[in-house]
């Protein structure tokens, strides 16, 4: 899936989680850059979740590819 994002601050972390065991699958995002930027994010079908730590305002949008 792919990943646009939009950081309003100084500090923008995503990690894509496993939902059947909560375990790390990939960091999608880390910088310390404002700014906006996009990510392919490559995974083995299944339920994920987004975790993210993140200053000031954000956004995000995933899509299925």
Same mark, same amino acid.
């Given at each position: 899936? *792919? $990943?646009?994002?939009?950081? &309003?601050?100084?500090?923008?972390? !995503?990690? =894509? ?11 999608? *995002? $880390?910088?310390?850059?404002? &700014?906006?930027?996009?990510?392919? !994010?490559? =995974? ?22």
């Amino acid at each position: 899936w *792919a $990943n646009k994002a939009k950081n &309003g601050m100084s500090l923008f972390q !995503v990690y =894509v989680h496993r939902s059947s065991d909560d375990g790390l699958a990939v960091v999608a *995002a $880390n910088t310390t850059s404002e &700014g906006e930027d996009s990510t392919m !994010v490559r =995974v083995p079908e299944g339920q994920y979740y987004l975790k993210v730590n993140a200053l000031g305002s954000w956004a995000i949008r995933a899509e299925k590819r």
